[in-house]
C-alpha cells in the first residue's frame, strides 16, 4: 500500500464521515506530511522539446500546482545578462530566486529549471509565485535588438501552452511583465518589449494558425 493510501486511509478511520465530505481535500494534501513527496520523473518537462536543469530546490518551494495554488497568470522577465549566467546563477542556492523558464535569443531554445507544479521564486511577491508561471528571456531592457524573432515565437508558443493547460486568458491581465507584479523594483521587460506582437503571436498558436510575420 502506497504511503499516500496510508495517511488518506488512517484520516477516514480518525475522521470517519467527516473523510467523505473532506475527501477531495486530504487527497490534494497527502504530499504535505513530512517525508512524502508528490512523484516525479527526473529531467520531465512540461514544454516538449525544452531541455531541463533543474535550479537550486533553495530556489524555489516544493507544491503541487494547480491543486494547491490556481495557476492564472504568466509573468515576463528579461535576464539583464546572458542566457548562461541565468542558468548559473538559477541554479546557485544563494541567489534565492529562479524562473520556470529561460528563452536564448539567438535561437529560442527554452530551459526548463523549475516544474509548473512548483513554486519558483522569480516575481518578488509570495502571492504572485504562488499563482504564475515565470518565462526569461536572454537580453537587456535597454538593448531591443535582443528581442529576437525567434524569441518571440518560442516564448510565445511556451506561453499558449500554459495558457491551454491552466485555463488563463491571452491578455494583459493575465500575461504580465515582471515590473507589474506589487512591490517589485525590478523593471523589465521594460520599454523595447512589444507587447501587442507578442499577444498576437500567443493568439495565434492558441488559434492553431500560422503567426503573420512581424
Not at 531592457?141 to 510565445?156: I, K, L, Q
Not at 485555463?167 to 523593471?187: K, L, Q, S, Y
Amino acid at each position: 500500500m502506497s504511503r499516500r493510501a496510508l495517511f488518506i486511509g488512517g484520516g477516514a478511520a480518525l475522521v470517519g464521515g467527516t473523510a467523505a465530505v473532506y475527501g477531495d481535500e486530504l487527497a490534494r494534501m497527502w504530499w504535505l506530511v513530512p517525508g512524502i513527496d508528490k512523484q516525479r520523473t527526473e529531467g520531465e518537462v512540461d514544454h516538449k522539446g525544452a531541455r531541463w536543469v533543474a535550479a537550486s530546490a533553495a530556489n524555489l518551494r516544493t507544491a503541487d500546482r494547480p491543486a494547491d495554488y490556481t495557476i492564472d497568470r504568466i509573468v515576463i522577465h528579461v535576464t539583464q545578462g546572458s542566457f548562461a549566467s541565468a542558468v548559473r546563477v538559477f541554479k546557485n542556492p544563494l541567489h534565492a530566486a529562479a524562473a520556470h523558464y529561460i528563452v536564448r535569443a539567438k535561437d529560442g531554445h527554452i530551459t526548463q529549471m523549475a516544474r509548473e507544479l512548483d513554486v519558483a521564486y522569480h516575481a518578488g511577491n509570495r502571492s504572485f509565485n504562488e499563482r504564475s508561471v515565470g518565462i526569461e528571456h536572454e537580453g537587456f531592457v535597454d538593448r531591443p535588438e535582443d528581442f529576437t524573432d525567434v524569441m518571440y515565437r518560442s516564448s510565445a508558443r511556451l506561453a499558449a501552452g500554459i495558457c491551454r493547460r491552466y485555463g488563463i486568458p491571452a491578455d494583459r491581465e493575465h500575461i504580465i511583465g515582471h515590473v507589474e507584479v506589487p512591490g517589485t523594483d525590478h523593471t523589465d521587460p521594460g520599454p523595447h518589449w512589444n507587447w501587442a506582437r507578442y499577444l498576437r503571436l500567443v493568439r495565434a498558436e492558441l488559434e492553431g494558425r500560422p503567426p503573420a510575420r512581424a
